[in-house]
T-cell receptor
Framework: AQTVTQSQPEMSVQEAETVTLSCTYD???????LFWYKQPPSRQMILVIR??????QNATENRFSVNFQKAAKSFSLKISDSQLGDTAMYFC????????????FGKGITLSVRP | EPEVTQTPSHQVTQMGQEVILRCVPI?????FYWYRQILGQKVEFLVS????????KSEIFDDQFSVERPDGSNFTLKIRSTKLEDSAMYFC???????????FGPGTRLTVL
């Protein structure tokens, strides 16, 4: 079974600064996918970024980038130029490669961006 | 941009009553999922559905739960006899293929009194 661990329950960052959210996972799979989802106060789950384990290059989406360390089973999210709208709960999630695979989520981290 | 929709946004029910939560997945998606999130806790997988069959279900998804795709657009989750501990946010998600990114609906908040 897969597990996803987000050990920081909450973080705070000043607007325009950079913040890194940590995530580790445990799996015996070789091929899999990793995700960061954002959940603002509206509680909608919004995809932030996706990483395929077979790709060595770290995924980026505008101000969001990941540091994927496969050997260490680490998948951190870096948010650059933080904005007030980034205030949300952030969930790291794992999906193994295969048809119809479910997402396994971490407990999430609450990020507050201060003006 | 196409999106997953869910109705109702909030459902209040009495313990023991049946509820049906509805979802309209993105139109060209073939894989459908239900997840739930008890307040303050992590999101948990309930069930996955493909080709009119359940593909996988979690331990939470006992015989009080059922899913159905009654027509070409809707995907429903039924809880036959609700319990207090069923109070949670229920999310529907869909994807084009099993390996693809799952896109979530806005959720239905279920409150069981």
């Amino acid at each position: 079974a897969q597990t996803v661990t987000q050990s920081q329950p909450e973080m705070s960052v000043q607007e325009a600064e950079t913040v890194t959210l940590s995530c580790t996972y445990d799996t015996s799979e070789n091929n899999y996918y990793l995700f960061w989802y954002k959940q603002p106060p509206s509680r909608q789950m919004i995809l932030v970024i996706r990483q395929e384990a077979y790709k060595q290059q770290n995924a980026t989406e505008n101000r969001f980038s990941v540091n994927f360390q496969k050997a260490a089973k680490s998948f951190s999210l870096k948010i650059s130029d933080s904005q007030l709208g980034d205030t949300a709960m952030y969930f790291c999630a794992f999906m193994k490669d295969g048809a119809n695979s479910k997402l396994t989520f971490g407990k999430g981290i609450t990020l507050s961006v201060r003006p | 941009e196409p999106e997953v929709t869910q109705t109702p946004s909030h459902q209040v029910t009495q313990m023991g009553q049946e509820v049906i939560l509805r979802c309209v997945p993105i139109s060209n998606h073939l894989y459908f999922y239900w997840y739930r999130q008890i307040l303050g806790q992590k999101v948990e997988f309930l069930v996955s559905f493909y080709n009119n069959e359940i593909s996988e279900k979690s331990e939470i998804f006992d015989d009080q739960f059922s899913v159905e795709r009654p027509d070409g657009s809707n995907f429903t989750l039924k809880i036959r006899s609700t319990k207090l501990e069923d109070s949670a946010m229920y999310f529907c998600a869909s994807s084009t293929a099993g390996r693809d990114t799952q896109y979530f609906g806005p959720g239905t908040r279920l409150t069981v009194l």
